[in-house]
């Protein structure tokens, strides 16, 4: 499956595009590198053929290239967009422009939302307007409605979309819905959840178990799916939230020898030192502080904080699935510093953190010598939400801000100064 | 932009005293509230918060000033102000001090957390118009948001039914205070508002059951047919009232009209003691609205929702109707698609534009300050001058125009309810908290000093929400 995306053809067209651009300094800002060297002031970054080819404090401009001075403004790698649904889905409430789900009833490991992706989608646009450079596009799930066929409580895979116009990475995890989530596609239980997926991965690993009397769970391509995250220690991401699924969870991963990521964790605080154990991350969405559900009475402001502080390693998700309001996650991120998160964390929690934990590493969430250019302006403090984007390069190019918004206000605009806005 | 029309939404409701069964002339008996507000503030040594950034709501900032808090009220706001006998003093240097934040549309208490069946209580979704339900009677007072809407700094908050139908019902204005009953959180004298909505959520409710309306015109024209009815409604109700009033063998004879709850509603909305508080998306169809306020001689307080306010600001501002709006929701339907993040600073640049921040969110109303934050630097951006003396009247001075209740509390001018709100640092900031939130003089939060117990029945004793497993 991953032979569609390696998009030689595409890559290199962006490339080309890329190397043909001079070379751009970026003289004397805090440079955020996300990378062993850390944070530099008064540093510079020297951008040409696409890719970062310097960092430091002492980088000089070479002969033709563009000096943008920052005068100590900040730079940071691209942010993350977090998990859901950014490139398909258009206007939530309209169907047909909403390709998240698989709504088969039926198991179906294999299901790629990514096919879907259209990186001309305004939420794409937007959010890179934003200073975000990619998200992980990953498949949602949905009960029975109105005699209409469910999804499944595995949702399928996930990828690392770039919001540069380049077509989607290789699948990175597969989704799971475990915990309340699931009840409705679990036969009403949780415990069924675990039940079903362990009959799955049973399946799999051994297809001849389900005899001829026994109904399926999974098609041919779904069982190679399944037998390949766990032969190749693919994340799994599980989305639960109470203290006790996620210890299920973590038990249910070791008997199956899964690499789990938890997303959501409302209550992952509770249970912060089997995590820290077990090498399990935590996507979590800073901003969950009620009892939304008896999943998450234990939600509170400080979980990002207390998970660090425990050495859990954090990264940082809305827990919406719709993409229009992404940009907000750099918000959460500074809502999470000020319940007691450093800082640093918090930048990494929506950059290096998530890059890695989806195998983009080598592309996005730092900035470093030999990597593609992938890297954002700003006006101030980028956790803070009077700071805006002002320049961004990704996938070695600079990319424009605008978006339909912006045509929008500037329309508008014009009639509020004329007064004429009736 | 805040203009004189408070003390007409404060008179008393007089629907008709015979509507409420009271004969008698009907100016003349102010509307007795069947379920009263029982709330009152404790009493509370003054307070003196000194030598703060003080942001007053009418858009005057005082550095290094002094807010002086006594019996309940703000006294005084300047510098050195004296200390009177027995008063708390807090040292406020490099903090800031500003009204009460006010969210006009939250539905805490009608949608609580946990969001269970047996607590979903906000959309009285059985007809198009069920202008006749109150949102008081579904509020849980349990409902942990309050809480946390309180450590952001919110004092007082409109609850609203849903947007399913054309005519949700009516709201209730609570003071962000613990209680066990709503009468007991209820803002004394608040006028009660009407909340109706256009567009994509009533004809998706009840086209979606093959009902009207199924579409925008279906909805216009359920508005209309209902007001129609309530004009003749008071017709009636009038007519009663001259015959009782003429006396003698007319008044012996007259025989009240039947009451209707429904009615009775939107009678009050046609007399001008409610004021609509409208659920709109679109600028196309708030015009229609302003129309129709027009035909059937209504007022429409604030457009909730008003992600196309920006389209239309300057006829909003001529109109003296208030836009109550996010700082960058956008996208979950088509009526939200032309959502943009300057849409409070374009309606704020109207000459006499209202612009308002509002929530619709147990999420957002705890942070309604940084809802604000974005939508300044967004206009600033634009090159609008935005202090934040003037943006903050956007969360506390024109919320509370919008809602009746602007000579009680919305700014800290002396004599108003002492609704006031001390932040860490400059409050549009993502860093910002309160650490201390009065309500009518009374520190109901401080960050410092936490409750020892959660202030939610609901929260008490829950092993999750205390430690380790």
Redesign the interface.
Known sequence: MSARFAGAAAALLGAAAAAAAPAVLLHDGVVHTESARGTLQHASVLLSGGRVVAVGPDVAAPAGATTIELNGRPVTPALFGGIGFLGVT?????APTNDGVLKLGQMRPEFEPALAFNPDS??VQ?SRADGIGFALLAPGAEGVSRGAAGSSLVAGLASIVPLDGRPPRPPAALEVVLGSESMHLAGESRAGAYMLLAEALEEARNPAAATTTDAKLLSAAGRRVLKAVVAEQKPVIVELD???DI?AALEFAARERLKLIVRGGA?AW??APQLKRAGVPVVLDP?D??????D???A?LENAARLHAAGVTIAFSLRTE????V??LR?AA??A??HGLPWPAALAAITSVPAKLFRAGGEFGSIEVGRPASLVVWSGDP??????AQLAWLGGGRVSLASR??A??DR??E???A???? | MIGTRTAALLRPLAIGSALLGAPGAEASSPWQDPYPSTYQAQTAAPVLIRGATVLTGTGARVDRGDVLIVEGKVAAVGHDLEVPAGARIVDAHDRWVTPGIIDIHSHLGVYPSPSTNGNNDGNEATSPNTANVWAEHSVWPQDPGFFTALAGGVTTLEILPGSANLFGGRSVILKNVPAVTYQAMKFPGAPQGLKMACGENPKRVYGSRNMAPSTRMGDVAGYRAAWSEAEEYLRDWRAYDAKLKAGGKAAEDAKPPKRDLKLDTLAAVLKGDIAIQMHCYRADEMATMLDMSREFGFRIAAFHHAVEAYKISNLLAERGVCAAMWADWWGFKMESNDGIEENIPLVDAAPGGCAIVHSDSEEGIQRLNQEAAKAIARGRAIGLELPPERAIRWLTANPAHALGIESRTGTLEPGKMADVVLWNRDPFSVYALADEVYIDGVLQYDRAHPPATPRSDFMLGQPASTGAP
Do not use: C
Not at chain 1, 289 to 294: A, G, K, M, N, R
């Open positions: 258009e206007v939530s409430a309209e305004n939420p937007v109470r203290a006790a210890r209550e509770r249970v901003l502080d009620l009892p939304d559900s008896f998450q009475v234990g509170t719709e993409p229009h309001n940009r907000k918000q500074g809502i510093v000020a956790l803070e939400v009077t700071s805006l918004q912006t929008l206000r508008y605009l009639k509020v100064r007064g004429t806005a009736r």
